[in-house]
């Protein structure tokens, strides 16, 4: 059942790119095992924990089907789609023709790291981060911060149903370079991993900022300036300046930009 229904979706892609997605997943994530249907109530509080500046939309994806199962009518904000007309092939489609070339082969990296990296019973301890342009209904490509959660595991270690949530970061002005973080919830986290060359050791302390100097960073992702942001917090310009220095020595940046794409991989933003 499942390959008829995978095989059928999978001859739907337009081009080779959007085919070599579903090879990746036939191969990595063969279900062979289902578990009872998602019952979407008991996943509200988990939607809740990805939600990050910016207007975003979430779904709940089923690998078994390769169909959607809920789409958030704010998808309809982002991206000037209805809810009911977003499937998977959609999505792939309108992908900026750079990134949809290389997006199988960041699946193919979360692919590594969950099924063969960590053990199935941290899978659904971690999610996946990733950046991509996709084109709106208008025309333009945004920027989409792309978050996705595994919500079921079946007894084989497959991943039935994900949670996926996007959110429009085209404000960010960072550049994409499709690595790929994996953020764990109380497990070690894996930071701007390359999918061409992944190396599975750049472990990061996540607890590096202290209160403060987080109100700064999601700040300075707003374009806010010293003054603004000394404004806001009721500290001097001093201050800011102060603490802008702390960051950026403590996350290895080199400027806002680059501080900010860093806070992005690490779930921070």
């Not at 007309?85 to 489609?93: A, C, D, T, V």
């Not at 490509?141 to 792309?146: A, D, R, T």
């Not at 996926?164 to 370079?177: A, E, F, M, N, Q």
């Amino acid at each position: 059942m499942f390959d008829r229904e995978f095989n059928n979706c999978h001859t739907l892609g337009k081009n080779n790119d959007i085919e070599k997605v579903y090879e990746v997943w036939r191969t990595h994530n063969h279900i062979k095992l289902k578990v009872a249907p998602l019952e979407f109530r008991k996943i509200i509080e988990q939607v809740a924990t990805f939600f990050s500046a910016g207007s975003y939309y979430y779904y709940i994806f089923n690998f078994a089907t390769l169909q959607m199962e809920y789409v958030h009518p704010t998808i309809k904000n982002v991206l000037g789609i209805d809810p009911e007309k977003f499937n998977i092939e959609k999505f792939l489609s309108i992908h900026h023709p750079d990134d949809l070339k290389v997006f199988n082969e960041k699946e193919a990296l979360a692919s590594q790291f969950l099924f063969n990296y960590i053990s199935p019973k941290d899978i659904p301890y971690y999610k996946v981060v990733y950046v991509n342009r996709v084109k709106h209904s208008q025309g333009h490509y945004i920027k989409l911060l792309h978050q996705a959660k595994a919500l079921q595991v079946t007894e084989n270690g497959k991943i039935q149903h994900v949670l996926g949530v996007h959110t429009d970061i085209s404000y960010l002005k960072t550049p994409v370079d499709h690595k790929v973080s994996f953020i764990g919830e109380g497990k070690p986290s894996y930071y701007s991993i390359d999918p061409i060359n992944p190396i599975f050791n750049r472990l990061k302390n996540t607890n590096i900022y202290t209160s403060q100097e987080l109100n700064i960073i999601h700040l300075i992702s707003e374009g806010k300036s010293n003054l603004e942001i000394a404004e806001k917090l009721f500290i001097s310009v001093n201050t800011v300046k102060t603490h802008r220095k702390n960051i950026l020595q403590k996350s290895n940046a080199n400027n806002s930009a680059h501080l900010i794409a860093n806070c992005i991989r690490e779930g921070i933003i």
